[in-house]
T-cell receptor
Framework: DGGITQSPKYLFRKEGQNVTLSCEQN?????MYWYRQDPGQGLRLIYY???????QKGDIAEGYSVSREKKESFPLTVTSAQKNPTAFYLC????????????FGQGTRLTVV | KNEVEQSPQNLTAQEGEFITINCSYS?????LHWLQQHPGGGIVSLFM???GKKKHGRLIATINIQEKHSSLHITASHPRDSAVYIC?????????????FGKGTHLIIQP
């Protein structure tokens, strides 16, 4: 079955450590996205990539980095520069066309202590 | 950029009631998504629709493209329907730069 896999579902890290969240898709989608959710707020765009080896900052990119070396994979690194890293992170991918159809991972809940 | 408003923000109802959640957006779109998020955070995609109506079990989603409005209905609601329901639309018309999400409707169905 095609889909998006995010791992792990829950992640705990100590303050000051970088942490990388995994997102893999086997849908052959060109576009992939990372979003962040904080309590009481809508999901907000961190980074997105429309093609391999290229990506763009979203609304809240500070303190995060990404790479897109393969079409299937779009890992997100939460660096120590991110001041409030504890949040829910959601990965999505999309097939671009007349009806932009997006698929979503289950999400990763990151807690930094 | 698109802006999304969902209502109500919170909704508590009794088991069996008919539930309606509304979503309005500001810029014309190609498709709208309804998502469900349970406690613990996992996101499930319920519907993607670009016109008319879609039905899956007790869930019905409708969209009016001219009025830039969509509704999610739950018939014969059940406590297991308790979750946060989120609508999402392309940030810009083409959708290449991702989605804009509503803040969600927190639904509680009491037995």
């Amino acid at each position: 079955d095609g889909g998006i896999t995010q791992s792990p579902k829950y992640l705990f890290r100590k303050e000051g450590q970088n942490v990388t969240l995994s997102c893999e898709q086997n849908l052959n989608h060109d576009a992939m996205y990372w979003y962040r959710q904080d309590p009481g707020q809508g999901l907000r765009l961190i980074y997105y990539s429309q093609i391999v080896n290229d990506f763009q900052k979203g609304d809240i990119a500070e303190g995060y980095s990404v790479s897109r070396e393969k079409k299937e994979s779009f890992p997100l690194t939460v660096t120590s520069a991110q001041k409030n890293p504890t949040a829910f992170y959601l990965c999505a991918s999309a097939r671009m066309g007349v009806d932009t159809e997006a698929f979503f991972g289950q999400g990763t809940r990151l807690t930094v202590v | 950029k698109n802006e999304v408003e969902q209502s109500p923000q919170n909704l508590t109802a009794q088991e069996g009631e008919f539930i309606t959640i509304n979503c309005s957006y500001s810029v014309g779109i190609s498709a709208l998504h309804w998502l469900q998020q349970h406690p613990g955070g996992g996101i499930v995609s319920l519907f993607m629709l670009s016109s008319g109506k879609k039905k899956h079990g007790r869930l019905i989603a409708t969209i009016n493209i001219q009025e830039k409005h969509s509704s999610l209905h739950i018939t014969a609601s059940h406590p297991r329907d308790s979750a946060v329901y989120i609508c999402a639309v392309p940030t810009t018309g083409g959708g290449a730069d991702g989605l804009t999400f509503g803040k969600g409707t927190h639904l509680i169905i009491q037995p």
